[in-house]
């Protein structure tokens, strides 16, 4: 293939005997893969001697610098952070909003197996729990009712575009299997979506969202959905105006980005303004998702506090400077993966990871000479004190932070439950120092890596497996982890891992490649795309953003695989929808001034006026 292998994107996509019938609904920019045996990479397998085709001169060693701007976040702004909306004083409302909302819930739930429309009701009222952001209070009520409804109902006898669509894509999201036939009814004979529904502009957004929960082989009824739905509310979105202002917002934000990726406390936070201006709105379900919104922001703000302590106490600001200094940046990750107030010592140990690691990044991207590089990475091997000996001074403290975090990590575990996780930690920092180390050679050796073995390295290089297993063994629940669950977990949570890490990466290297191409970093994948099928920056970018959306397919084939425990499937998810959001208006971690800091001050820093009923 001239772009990437099929065994390189993926350990079961394809075995040797695949036939060419079963790729003719693959994009483009895929059909020209070539099959080849099918191997895992579960954990990347690198040779630590370079390799042969790279051997050159290599240049003189100089000491590079990135030149991050300072954080713009100093421990005493962090410090000052307050609110007043704490459970302790707001519990009790909270707790009866909650009660309101639940007999809501009931009360549309038992309606819904009287008729079509009270089912529709109950769909618009699960989707808005869901995207205000306090679905997580419901869920075994929510997933109950869908169970109950099933694939049937509303999808197999109504005649309303809008109403299948959100029965497909709720259903969908909750793992419930549904059939996309249920959209032939709205199809001519030729596959293609009938003309009357041009100008239905809510069943088209609905549409057009549901159509993103998609799988391989679904082309012939969600590809036309997407591209049918697309185009007709591109022509009609101007013409919104008056009365259907709330309506026009909701299309411009689908088309930018759909629903399925949108990081969920963003999502809930531009939702609550929508909702609010709704005529059909809840009351209670307003006031509860404001509350809730609020009271979770002190949580949030007790861990950053935590946080910035712990990232004082480093001072990695004067010993490694050089590094991006980025703790409420890497925080937004944190929160992206797991924001329901439960899952604080989780966002507080995801936090400190994706921390050290940036700076290990930084060290083996711009700063480490690559002897220095090479020292590093076998040090990591070794796992101990005495490893660090032979480190330069500046490495030490690196190490010996990452040293500790694991160490933590394992012991708080083994305190929980009597189980060691620590070759399962120190493998993931080995893979990631060992991917780090590649890019360093390439860079050094001035190598330009084929498409294929830049991302047989860079899923790993990005940090996702490591993020995906400490994110897990962080867990509330990860005191009745044993041995087997966990490898279980990893072996089946292994593909949806990949391809939520290939999202991350692919999407960081669109909003950065740029800027770290002018400073003569390694290249990226646009930079490999280009050169190796002698494209333009444009068509190579357009090639990334397919591999994008055929990852995106695999995830949702992944989610709907019940072996695959729901921590892991909703952690790869909202891993993927964190990397749209922070990559979406340019590098929202190194340049992280603009869109990533107002994200951060509403998320964390300003609470959001409450509408009381009167």
């Known amino acids: 293939m001239a772009l990437i292998t099929f065994s390189s994107l993926s350990p079961s996509l394809v075995s040797t005997s695949t036939s060419y019938q079963r790729l003719i609904h693959l994009p483009k920019v895929l059909l020209q893969m070539t099959v080849r045996k099918q ?81 529709f009701s109950m769909l618009k009222l699960i989707d808005s729990m869901q995207r205000l952001g306090v679905a997580y209070h419901f869920e075994k009520e929510i997933q109950a009712v869908l169970t109950s409804l099933g694939s049937s109902s509303t999808a197999s006898t109504s005649s309303d575009l809008h109403a299948v669509a959100l029965q497909f894509q709720i259903l969908r999201e909750h793992r419930i299997p549904i059939s996309p036939d249920v959209f032939n009814k709205f199809t001519t004979r030729d596959g293609r979506f009938k003309y009357s529904l041009s100008k239905d502009m809510e069943g088209l957004l609905s549409l057009y969202e549901a159509s993103h929960l998609g799988m391989l082989g679904e082309d012939h009824v969600l590809e036309e959905a997407k591209s049918f739905s697309a185009k007709k509310l591109r022509q009609l979105v101007g013409t919104l105006e008056g009365e259907d202002g709330l309506l026009k917002q909701l299309v411009q934000q689908s088309l930018e980005t759909p629903l399925h990726w949108r990081m969920q406390r963003i999502e809930a936070r531009s939702f609550i303004d929508i909702y ?232 960081d290297d669109l909003a950065t490649s740029k800027a770290e191409s002018e400073r003569g970093d390694v290249a990226k994948s646009i930079e490999c795309c280009m050169e190796e099928r002698g494209i333009s920056e444009e068509e190579a ?35 993927a929808r964190t990397a749209h959001s922070i990559f979406q208006h340019g590098d929202g971690i190194g340049t992280s001034i603009g869109v990533t800091k107002e994200r951060l001050i509403s998320l964390i820093a300003n609470p959001i006026p409450i509408i009381t009923q009167n």
């Open 39 to 119: 191997c895992s990479f579960v954990y990347v397998s690198i040779n630590l001697s370079p390799s042969s085709e790279v051997i050159s001169n290599p240049p003189a060693a100089q000491r590079r610098l990135a030149r991050y701007h300072p954080t713009v976040w100093d421990s005493k702004l962090i410090d000052a952070f307050t609110t007043q909306y704490t459970y302790e004083l707001h519990g009790a409302r909270l707790e009866r909003l909650k009660q309101n909302v639940a007999i809501t819930l009931l009360a549309a739930s038992t309606s819904s197996t009287k008729d079509t429309t009270s089912t």
């Open 276 to 507: 609010q201006k709704d005529d059909s709105m809840n009351m209670d379900l307003l006031e509860l998702a404001q509350l809730d919104y609020n009271i979770v922001q002190s949580v949030y703000q007790r861990e950053i506090k935590e946080l910035s302590r712990w990232w004082r106490d480093l001072d990695f600001e004067h010993k490694a400077n050089f590094s991006r200094d980025r703790l409420m940046e890497n925080y937004l990750w944190a929160m992206g993966v797991n924001y329901e107030p439960q899952f604080s010592n989780c966002r507080i140990g995801l936090t400190k990871f994706v921390c050290i690691l940036t700076v290990i990044d930084d060290m083996y991207d711009v700063y480490g000479f690559l002897d220095e590089l090479e020292l590093y990475t076998r040090a990591v091997y070794r796992w101990n004190m005495e490893a660090m000996e032979k480190l330069p001074e500046y490495m030490k403290p690196i190490y010996t932070a990452m040293l500790n975090f694991g160490n933590e990590v394992t012991d708080n575990v083994f305190k929980n439950n009597g189980l060691s996780v620590l070759p399962y930690i120190k493998k993931e920092w080995v893979n990631l120092c060992k991917s780090y180390l590649v890019e360093a050679r390439w860079f050094y050796y001035g190598y330009t890596p084929t498409l294929e073995e830049y991302l047989k390295n860079a899923w790993t290089s990005v940090g996702g497996p490591g993020a995906a297993l400490h994110a897990y063994l962080l867990l509330p629940g990860c005191n009745i982890i044993t041995k087997s669950s966990l490898d279980d977990s990893i072996k089946h949570g292994s593909q949806i891992i990949y391809w939520s890490s290939l999202i991350t990466r692919l999407s």
């Open 541 to 575: 970018q357009d090639c990334i953003n397919e591999l994008i959306y055929y990852s995106w397919k695999k995830i949702n084939e992944e989610s709907s695989k019940t072996a695959i425990p729901k921590s892991i499937v909703k952690m790869s998810l909202n891993m």
